[in-house]
């Protein structure tokens, strides 16, 4: 419930709310609609005649794909992160250091402990959403 406020306040706040994850986007994509989260940039998987190969279809949208993948999909519209005035980012996994750095408001939420020790080491704020 918690994380779903946090949406709900982004969302009023008239921001551009999306989910960027490692994840398929056949798994993500009902999180993404329970979330009211239109925009979803995942990893998609390769499928050849109705079957998935195993394989990924384009670039993974993991640590800096993530970035790459963000930033392509803002290109097509015109935008970059400087379009925006604030750029909020919330991740658990060091992983995604190179998103949280381009991001203007980087938050750690439930952190690893690698990427705890950097959100503290560098003032950014740890949320706990759920005990």
Not at 16 to 32: D, E, G, K, Q, Y
Not at 62 to 71: D, E, I, M
Request: charged share 20%; net charge negative; hydrophobic share 45%.
């Amino acid at each position: 419930p918690s994380a779903l406020e946090l949406v709900a306040q982004h969302k009023a706040q008239g921001a551009v709310c999306m989910i960027i994850t490692a994840t398929n986007s056949f798994v993500t994509r009902p999180i993404a609609q329970r979330f009211g989260v239109d925009e979803l940039i995942a990893t998609e998987p390769e499928e050849i005649n109705g079957e998935f190969t195993g394989k990924v279809k384009g670039q993974p949208s993991f640590q800096a794909g993530k970035v790459l993948r963000l930033n392509e999909w803002l290109s097509a519209r015109g935008w970059t992160l400087n379009s925006f005035e604030s750029v909020h980012f919330y991740s658990d996994s060091i992983n995604d250091l190179p998103l949280l750095e381009a991001a203007t408001h980087p938050v750690a939420v439930h952190p690893d402990e690698r990427l705890s020790a950097i959100a503290q080491s560098r003032g950014w704020p740890i949320l706990e959403l759920f005990a």
